[in-house]
């Protein structure tokens, strides 16, 4: 069943290069336009699936802890950056606001596909 499972996704994996080669061939959409809805529609959801299929218990979080400890002063440091250079970078509140956004919560779930 499992070797079935797989060489379903692979033939669906294919079928979706075959319509993205055939939809820019006719130039129905742009690349950024596959690539935002391969990312958005197909890596997205395998990265949450995957995240969520493995087994989260108290064993793994204190094994773990240094991560969470790191993360999270990451996260004040980066919120402290992003104030300082948005104020750098423009006087405009609302693109302030868009600025640090964008450097507190950077997407950082697409690294793993690099």
């Keep these: 069943m499992l070797i079935i499972l797989k060489q379903l996704f692979i033939l669906y994996v294919f079928l979706l290069i075959g319509w993205g080669f055939g939809k ?4 129905i959409v742009s690349h950024t336009q596959i690539l935002s809805f391969l990312i958005v529609n197909l890596f997205l959801p395998a990265k949450v699936f995957k995240s969520f299929s ?14 969470l400890i790191v993360s999270t002063c990451l ?10 250079v948005s ?12 600025y640090r956004y964008s450097i507190v919560l950077a997407n950082y779930a697409y690294l793993g596909y690099v």
């Design 75 to 84: 996260l004040l440091l980066l919120v402290g950056i992003s104030i300082v």
């Design 54 to 67: 493995t087994n989260f218990n108290k064993t793994y979080l204190l094994e773990n802890y240094t991560s």
């Design 24 to 27: 820019l061939k006719k130039d």
């Design 87 to 98: 104020k750098l970078l423009t006087k405009e509140p609302y693109e302030r606001k868009v």
